[in-house]
Nanobody, 130 residues
Framework: QVQLVESGGGSVQAGGSLRLSCAAS????????MAWFRQAPGKEREGVAV???????RYAASVNGRFTISQDNAKNTLYLQMNSLKPEDTAMYYC????????????????????????WGQGTQVTVSS
């Protein structure tokens, strides 16, 4: 089992920045791909950014150039640096890990399928005001 705990959410004005963290514990060696998803009220959960064990990253078009995903393997922590935030970025942000998929590219090719991810955090709220 892998446990994921997100932190770093909050309220910020448009144009501001936030950095989310996701601390992983348990059998983290079993996971190959980690990602950030988000879900706004009344909308489906959507993929935001993904990284694999080779360090390859992929982003949703809506955040490309503004968000950066990274990981510190020594600390078993995943990060999401969010810059130039917009009101439409307001959502609950979730960390997810997959033990079945090996590449970030595959996640994107599969359309950010939630079923590819075995483990999920509880989420952290991000609110961007105009």
């Amino acid at each position: 089992q892998v446990q994921l705990v997100e932190s770093g959410g909050g309220s910020v004005q448009a144009g501001g920045s936030l950095r989310l963290s996701c601390a992983a514990s348990g059998y983290t060696y079993s996971t190959h791909v980690m990602a950030w998803f988000r879900q706004a009220p009344g909308k489906e959960r959507e993929g935001v950014a993904v990284i694999d064990s080779d360090g390859t990253t992929r982003y949703a078009a809506s955040v490309n150039g503004r968000f950066t995903i990274s990981q510190d393997n020594a600390k078993n922590t995943l990060y999401l640096q969010m810059n130039s935030l917009k009101p439409e970025d307001t959502a609950m942000y979730y960390c997810a890990a997959s033990s079945r998929v090996h590449t970030a590219t595959w996640i994107v090719l599969e359309g950010w399928d939630l079923a590819d991810f075995d483990y999920w955090g509880q989420g952290t709220q991000v609110t961007v005001s105009s």
